[in-house]
């Protein structure tokens, strides 16, 4: 008898050992399954933190030179020496981490400098406001933000590298890997939702991305526009791309009228505006440099590792400040 009720509770657990083993396993099946499927459907990057809403929010200190104009607010999340230059304004308030020693040229101008609620260390850099420099409020304590990198863009599959001129034809997009339209095209080419390599455009050819009324994703390794080159944006376009975004001579991206339907993800690498190009959205950059340069514009909102701006360039608010 003794020996039957013990090999009862023998066999009782084992089941119990090979239920759990079962369940174990059913649940790590059920996780891969759904970090599987939430690689496949992240196509949409939207930052995973509620950011203040400010025009700039850059990791290290800003470089403003001659004749840039920020019209908003600028968070600087580490304690970096700074100047800002010429006749430079920020038309807002600069808040930057602990206390630093604040000095200014006789003809430059700001209200006043505000205290955060933020931590008072470090204290040991400096901020300079030179020549005909303006900003409105300086608000020292204000601890840095959390700024989430991006996940790694999706690579194509296409292995075509297709060049138009007008009257061709792209082909197949899902075979398409990188995609550029010559000056003598000198079209809008509407391109479907998928992953692709480099675009370019020159002369007044473009891209037309989106579906009204709807929300598509777009992953690129690097995306150029040229010379009087635009994109067109249809309904709420998010592009994600690996390497960088350079617009140059008078190329214009977004729609003024409605920059929140743009979101752009740069994974590293650059974001650059040049010669008088235009961007309307937003840019979301935490590990790349961004760069306005000689009479550019951004209106909208920048999130960045690092940030130029030069030659009578604009970044202005999209919130209010």
Do not use: W
């Not at 970096?80 to 430059?108: L, R």
């Not at 398409?176 to 692709?196: Q, S, W």
């Amino acid at each position: 008898m003794r020996k039957i009720s013990q090999l009862l509770i023998l066999v009782m657990l084992y089941q119990v050992i090979n239920s759990t083993t079962l369940l174990a396993n059913n649940n790590y099946s059920k996780i891969n399954s759904i970090d599987k499927n939430l690689v496949h459907t992240n196509k949409t990057f939207k930052p995973s933190l509620q950011l203040p809403k400010d025009t700039l929010i850059t990791r290290h200190s800003p470089k403003l030179n001659g004749g840039a104009r920020v019209e908003g607010s600028i968070r600087v999340l580490l304690a970096e020496s700074f100047d800002i230059n010429g006749n430079a304004k920020v038309i807002g308030d600069i808040y930057v981490p602990g206390n630093p020693e604040i000095k200014t040229s006789s003809g430059a101008t700001y209200k006043a400098t505000l205290t955060g609620e933020g931590n008072e260390y470090p204290s040991d850099y400096t901020i300079k406001l030179n020549g005909s420099s303006t900003i409105r409020h300086l608000v020292t304590c204000s601890d840095a933000v959390a700024i989430s990198s991006i996940p790694p863009v999706i690579e194509t599959q296409g292995t075509r590298d297709v060049f138009l001129i007008k009257g061709e034809q792209p082909g197949d997009f899902s075979t398409i890997r990188d995609l550029v339209l010559t000056r003598k095209y000198n079209l809008m080419l509407a391109i479907p939702e998928g992953n692709y390599g480099v675009f370019r455009a020159h002369g007044r050819s473009g891209f037309i991305l989106g579906i009204d009324n709807q929300e598509t994703t777009y992953n690129l390794q690097s995306l150029e526009l040229n010379t009087n080159s635009l994109i067109e944006i249809r309904g709420k376009v998010t592009i994600n791309i690996k390497n960088s975004l350079v617009l140059n001579s008078n190329a214009r991206m977004g729609q003024a009228n409605k920059p929140t339907n743009l979101l752009v993800n740069v994974e590293n690498g650059e974001v650059k505006l040049n010669s008088e190009s235009e961007f309307y959205g937003i840019v979301n950059a935490p590990d790349a440099t961004f760069t306005l340069n000689s009479n550019s514009k951004l209106v909208g909102q920048v999130i960045c590792d690092r940030a130029n701006f030069n030659s009578n360039s604009l970044l202005k608010n999209i919130f209010p400040f």
